[in-house]
């Protein structure tokens, strides 16, 4: 799983497994615009922090004037689903894009607290959001490989 955070917390009950259990765990650290679609993985609006009811971190240091781009992309096509989270208004909605450039759906805040669903049979997909003060988004997507038929 791909997660495009400043900070990520592990915890693992020892009390109930009674030992840690073998693997790997490997980070990488840099902040990107462009994600795997094959990884599941979210994209979120800066100062999003999943709290309900509690206003988004607003930092000085995001800058809040400026759309946010983020792609999901792959050398071939997925079919991917994705879920989103918002209080954007309609006029600064969440909107997607496919991979010809032509956007197929918008999302915004319509009152109802359940995530939106979505998907799409493609290989890149562009998620833009233009920000406002006390705004946020967030997508949750994973995919599946899905050969084209011809």
């Known amino acids: 799983m791909t ?3 400043p900070v990520v917390s592990l915890l693992y009950d020892v009390q ?3 030992q840690y259990p073998t693997g790997e765990l490997k980070t990488t650290m ?3 615009t462009t994600h795997q679609m094959q990884l599941s993985g979210f994209i979120y609006s800066p ?3 999943g709290c309900p009811g509690k206003p988004a971190y607003q930092s000085s240091l995001n800058d809040m004037t400026t759309q946010v781009v983020e792609l999901v992309q792959d050398p071939i096509n997925q079919d991917i689903q994705f879920n ?3 209080n954007s208004d309609e006029a600064h909605a969440l ?3 496919n991979s010809a450039g032509a956007e197929f759906t918008r999302y ?3 009152g109802d607290v359940t995530p939106h669903t979505g998907g799409a049979h493609d290989k890149s997909l562009q998620f833009s959001w233009s920000p406002q003060p ?3 988004f967030l997508v949750r997507y994973n995919s599946t490989a899905m050969p084209d038929i011809n």
Request: no cysteine; net charge negative.
């Open 84 to 86: 989103v989270l918002t």
């Open 3 to 5: 997660i495009n955070a």
């Open 108 to 110: 915004f805040d319509t």
């Open 134 to 136: 006390s705004t946020f």
């Open 95 to 97: 909107t997607v894009a």
């Open 16 to 18: 109930q497994f009674h």
């Open 30 to 32: 840099g902040i990107s």
């Open 47 to 49: 100062g999003y922090h």
